[in-house]
């Protein structure tokens, strides 16, 4: 017998009065009269239990899913949730169990212990756990019952055991069931289903999970090669030669091609008389491309690659030295796109914290704005202006003016303008959307945005913040990688490219997975945040009373963002299957998630419309569908400007359905920060509490001689408690710059004159997204360390629908994410 049966049993006949030990009806007896009870197993006669076995058999194994929060210090402690505290050992259990029902009223069905743990309509942080239906609602039932009629109760060694509940912990880290299921398998092994594809209307209706982001498929009219993978083997190798693709053979050949010697002199644009021992650091720090996590080589100056493994320098992830077609080195050095934003790191003593299985993360780091400046053909001339650069990673980043976030789909657009739809060759053609919607220039262009990770690729039925096309897209994965090889001609090679390199590309990402949190989690406390973050109605607090509600799902974080924890994810109520774990499809509309919308706003009527008909949405499948090579010139030129009705309809378009932003899967989010699409908040306390968040802030820097950067490193700028960047708040004074210039005379945290001009043009003329007014003053390029919620795009409004969480649920929900 475990101790704490006995200490039970002992509790039980303290209690022995209060349930009617003397009645002969009674399942409780003494244990003298009952010494069988000492064992917990039924010796009296007709087979009936007594209370306390009935206790522990059927009742007793619930109290650890209530102990998880209603313990001292427990999110439960608290006014509303303190009518049942239980121990942190169980031994007391059933003691404390009843002097809470009695404490709360009595009363069987209608004490607040069953009530508020199975009636919907009743408020419970954690959720309903005891539907009415359930074995753990009728034991529980049974009990208050007893208490509330002793002479009425008795129990039989028939009644049922709780079934034993999954754990509250535990985490795929994002690892897709394509790699977990071939591991060890033959390569002729048949792939199994991809469970985001069975995101399509109808899937998970009327569960606590709710899907609005559907699943469509892309390539079932493309040639075999540009399909799907079949098997594992198959899978296996475009994984691989995805990830060759990334670090090596996608190395670029564009505007951005500097030799070797020319890189090895950098540090002469930094002002310093001499090459400093640590250039390769300091070059890192200063623009924002990461330490690579391979070897990533360039020679010194005098050295023959080929004749020293390529070089004794390192260059940062994002550039890559490149080789002839005999494979040799040359000294050019090209640039791998991708990884400039996707090259994200976090530095640690022990080494990177983004290894190669992790790759992807999101380059809050990158300064497109330093790299241009220092490029400029204006800086010879004192006038070191970023707009000077004409790069092909400075030019697509239309009105970026802060370090660490990009705009990819801005560049989409001037795409659309500078690109054949489908040829890809350059052709550009401001008629575009006049011809075919009309009139479109009143949405933004210039706003920017934080980058996501690719490991949650595996977990997301659509991508983009905007969840714009299927994740079967995969085309449009390559569309920032071959870019310097556009030209004025078909531009063969550019599309070419994409399609040899897309189902590789999107393989490896797809097999990425979550980095494990390196710091220590208190397991008890990320527990309670497993219970809330899956259970917890968030519409349920008087806070929200007013706010728009999700259109399905339980009000949970977990009902927009996924379930991860084994215990719901294996609960029907839940997912209707398994498989579903982590998955994220919901797409919350503006006015429920309130965040800056000009991201959402960005992608023109015109491209939403015409973009499924492009190369992009695959439209091969289309009778209306003609490939460029077998057009004639003057047709290729002119069907950019037909009307979605008389172009080729394609397999994957636009979203234009929800508009508004997709919940993102939450694996690894301890390291994606900063947080929102715009990286406006730079922690996930402030994501759950609105009131931390600052309008202006800037993140820990780290210098190095004459080098001012990110600090990156765990140890130092890694805030463990809040989850995200140590950050500072500055007013509108603290800026580089004239006063006149940042601050608003009227309204201390309104955009200063020059934003507010700036943001009402921007907003209303998309094409002045090339364009940037700035103040002349020398120093404010040092204004993009400093993040400003005032630019156009900027703002840390919305979720403030988590404002309603205790301090000590933030922290359990914080402390959850850490497992994940």
Known sequence: MTRKTLAVLFSGLLLIT???????????????????????????????????????????????????????????????????????????????????????????????????????????????????????????????????????????????????????????????????FC????DSTLLPVDPRSTVIPGRNDGKAIYFNAWFEECQADLPLKEQNAKTCGEHRQRRDRGYLAFVDTLADQGLSITDSESYNTTWQKWGLEERPANFDQLFTLRYGMNEAPYDNPYPLSGEDPNQNNGGSGQLPQGYRQLKDEQGNWTGQIGSVACFQCHGGQIESENGPLITRESFGLGNANMDYIQLGADNSPLQALGIPLYTGNISVEVLLN?????????????????????????????????LKSLASVGPDLDHPTAQAQ???????????????????????ATRIVMAAGPLGMATFSDNVTYRHVVEEYDQDASAYILSTVSPEYPGEIDENLAKQGAILFHTKDLWAEGGNADAPKPDG?????????????????????????????????????????????????????????????????????????????????????????FTADMRPEGACGWEQGVIGYLAPPLYGTWATAPYFHNGSVPTIEAVLDSSKRSPIWQRQLRTEGVVTGFDQRWETAYDQQALGWKSIGLSCEDLPGQSFNNCNPIEENGPSMFQLVENIAKSNVNWLAVLSIDDPSPETINKRLIYDTRVLGNSNSGHTFTDVLTEQERKAIIEYLKTL
């Not at 591991?183 to 033959?186: A, N």
């Not at 009105?399 to 690109?419: I, M, T, Y």
């Not at 934080?450 to 079967?472: C, E, I, L, M």
Request: some cysteine; proline content about 7%.
């Open 18 to 180: 209060g349930c009617g030990g003397g009645s002969s009806n009674s399942g409780s007896v003494t244990l003298d009269s009952n010494p069988g009870s000492n064992t917990g197993e039924n010796t009296g006669g007709g087979g009936e239990l007594t209370l306390e076995q009935f206790f522990v058999k059927s009742v007793e194994p619930q109290m650890d899913f209530c102990r998880t929060c209603h313990q001292s210090g427990g999110v439960a402690d608290q006014d509303e949730g303190d009518g049942l505290m239980l121990s942190a050992n169980g031994l007391d259990d059933f003691t404390r169990l009843h002097t809470a029902w009695s404490t709360l009223g009595g009363g069987a069905s209608t004490n607040p212990i069953l009530l508020e743990a199975s009636d919907p309509a009743e408020p419970h942080s954690g959720g309903k756990p005891w539907s009415k239906n359930s074995t753990a609602y009728q034991s529980m039932l049974s009990l208050l019952s007893c208490w509330e009629t002793p002479a009425s109760c008795s129990f039989s060694t028939s009644e049922p055991s709780i079934t034993e509940e999954f754990p509250l912990l535990g985490s795929s880290h994002a690892r897709h069931v394509y790699e977990s």
């Open 183 to 186: 591991e060890g398998k033959p």
């Open 398 to 430: 239309l009105g970026v003016k802060q370090r660490g976030q990009n705009n990819a789909v801005g560049a989409f657009e001037l795409l659309a303008f500078l690109l054949d739809q489908d040829s890809l060759g350059v052709s550009p053609n401001p």
């Open 450 to 472: 934080d980058t996501p990770a690719w490991w949650n690729y595996s977990h997301r039925s659509r991508k983009f913040f905007d969840a714009g096309q299927s994740v079967d």
């Open 553 to 641: 799902g339980n009000g949970s974080c977990a009902s927009c963002h996924g379930a991860y924890s084994p215990r719901y994810v294996n609960d029907p109520n839940y997912l209707e299957d398994p498989s579903l774990e982590g998955i994220a499809a919901h797409i919350s509309p503006l006015a429920v998630i309130g965040t800056d919308s000009a991201r959402a706003d960005n992608l023109s009527p015109y491209l939403r419309e015409i973009f499924g008909s492009s190369f992009w949405g695959a439209p091969e499948g289309s009778d209306r569908y003609v490939a460029p090579e077998d057009k004639d010139p003057i047709t290729e030129a002119l069907d950019d400007m």
